[in-house]
Each structure stands twice: as structure tokens, then as C-alpha cells.
């Protein structure tokens, strides 16, 4: 049986599990098996296009990037995850990084796992955007101790992070 036999059967699963909160399984099944197929259904859930398109649609983007309809938020958040977790090169991180500032924009920032959050801050300090790195330090109180003493310290870095940014 092909993947396009199971992909609607899969997709409203998928779906169903992301507004139900359970996207994590997803999300992990998509980093182990790097199959464009998760991707691909959770930007539709997005815009309507492939996950192909929606990259290169945020990498071409002026100023902040997307607005997200509230509906879009749940598959934003896990887009943004696989792209941000398990980038094989720096502009589907990059892409996955914008994602999370458009779900943050939202007013949605509740709405990721705290997994996710601390994605974002080490993602946001691995592109040096030190202002997005404070301010998941002070937003999420649910990063992990260790990674946050670890993003503090970083920041320390006058070359990195310092005083003056």
C-alpha cells in the first residue's frame, strides 16, 4: 500500500489530533522519519500550498513574515517545530524560526509546548537574535533550567549577546 492510498485517511488524523492538542506524536514521527509527507499536511492546514512552497514563500518574506489566521496556529506551531528541530540546512531553520515569530505574533505563544519554546530560544540564539532569546527568557518560564542558564550565560558573550544588544 503507497502513501498516497493512507494520505487522507492519515491527514484527518493528523488534523484532528492537532486541534485536539496532540501534536507531538506528529511532530516526533516527522523528525525520525523526514518524510515531506507530515509537512506537506500541516501546511495545508496553513495556506493550501506544499511545505516546499510555504518555505520559500517565508524566506522571500519582507519585515515580520505571516499573519496567522487562528485556525492555522496548532500546524503552525509543529511546522515550526520540524523545520526549527530537524533542519538539514539554514533556511528551513531560518523558515521554521518564522513560523514560531508569527505563532508568537499571534498572540499564541500559550498555545506551543514548552519543548517548543525552548526550540525557539535556542533556535532564535543559533541565528543570533539576541531580543527574541530575552524574550523567550523572560515569556516561558517553562524552558528547561539547564538550557536556561545556558541561554543566559551565551548571552553573557560581549561578541554574542553582550550588554549592548
Known sequence: MAWTDVQPL??????????????????NAALRTRSPALP?????QITGTTAAEYRDALLAAE???????????????ALATIWSAGASD?????????LFRAVIRAGAAATLTPRQ???????AFLLGE??????ALQEFRDIPDDVRRSLETDLLNPVRGGRDN
Do not use: N
Open 10 to 27: 492519515a491527514a484527518a488524523r493528523v488534523v484532528r489530533d492537532l486541534l485536539s492538542g496532540r501534536s507531538e506524536p506528529w511532530v
Open 117 to 123: 519554546r525552548q526550540i525557539f530560544a535556542q533556535v
Open 90 to 98: 539554514t533556511g528551513t531553520m531560518v523558515a521554521g524560526y518564522r
Open 130 to 135: 539576541v531580543a527574541d532569546v530575552r524574550l
Open 63 to 77: 519585515g515580520d513574515g505571516p499573519e496567522l489566521e487562528r485556525r492555522a496556529v496548532p500546524a503552525a506551531g
Open 40 to 44: 506537506d499536511v500541516l501546511t495545508r
